[in-house]
């Protein structure tokens, strides 16, 4: 099992919809840690590669499966990082791009477990979540401006 030393990288790994503060824009932790080619915004394959990287990182047995204590760790690593980076999100926005992290959402056949196929490939339903203007890439504009 992952070792829990490993969290607070783990957690920058995956903030999906945190900003820090220090920046003072909404999703400006979220672009810094899924922009991989570091151009201000995130494409649909960034998304895929990621959740594909993230997955990995969490399937602890190698089995191509993440199973409920596997699941109950990236959950617990997700509310660690939003508790530490969250600022300058309002509640809504939050609800909708956190539901496509859920086990639920990415467990597509409903057998209690989420394969790699199916955490990746949900990353396009996820996606189009965070994208909230449409435009094909993810960038602070998609997740508003501090306080609105």
Same mark, same amino acid.
Not at 24 to 35: K, L, R, S, V
Not at 59 to 79: A, K, V, W
Not at 97 to 110: C, I, T
């Given at each position: 099992?992952?070792?829990?030393?490993?969290?607070?990288?783990?957690?920058?790994?995956?903030?999906?919809?945190?900003?820090?503060? @220090?920046?003072?824009?909404?999703?400006?932790?979220?672009?810094?840690?899924?922009?991989?080619?570091?151009? #201000?915004?995130?494409?649909?394959?960034?998304?895929?590669?990621?959740?594909?990287?993230?997955?990995?990182?969490?399937?602890?047995?190698?089995?191509?499966?993440?199973?409920?204590?596997?699941?109950?760790?990236?959950?617990?690593?997700?509310?660690?990082?939003?508790?530490?980076?969250? %600022?300058?999100? !309002? !509640?809504? @926005?939050?609800?909708?791009?956190?539901?496509?992290?859920?086990?639920?959402?990415?467990? *597509?056949?409903?057998? #209690? @477990? *989420?394969?790699?196929?199916?955490?990746? %490939?949900?990353?396009?339903?996820?996606?189009?979540?965070?994208? !909230?203007?449409?435009?094909?890439? *993810?960038?602070?504009?998609?997740? #508003?401006?501090? #306080?609105?």
């Amino acid at each position: 099992m992952t070792n829990r030393r490993f969290l607070p990288l783990i957690a920058a790994l995956i903030a999906g919809t945190a900003a820090t503060a @220090q920046q003072g824009q909404p999703g400006a932790h979220f672009i810094e840690n899924w922009d991989m080619d570091e151009n #201000g915004q995130v494409s649909l394959a960034e998304a895929q590669e990621k959740r594909g990287d993230i997955f990995r990182m969490f399937d602890s047995d190698e089995n191509g499966l993440l199973n409920s204590t596997e699941y109950d760790l990236f959950d617990e690593t997700r509310r660690a990082d939003m508790a530490e980076n969250a %600022g300058g999100h !309002k !509640k809504g @926005q939050m609800r909708g791009v956190e539901k496509a992290m859920m086990r639920d959402f990415n467990d *597509v056949n409903g057998d #209690g @477990q *989420v394969s790699h196929d199916e955490f990746v %490939g949900r990353a396009a339903d996820w996606f189009a979540m965070m994208d !909230k203007n449409g435009d094909g890439v *993810v960038t602070t504009d998609d997740f #508003g401006r501090k #306080g609105e």
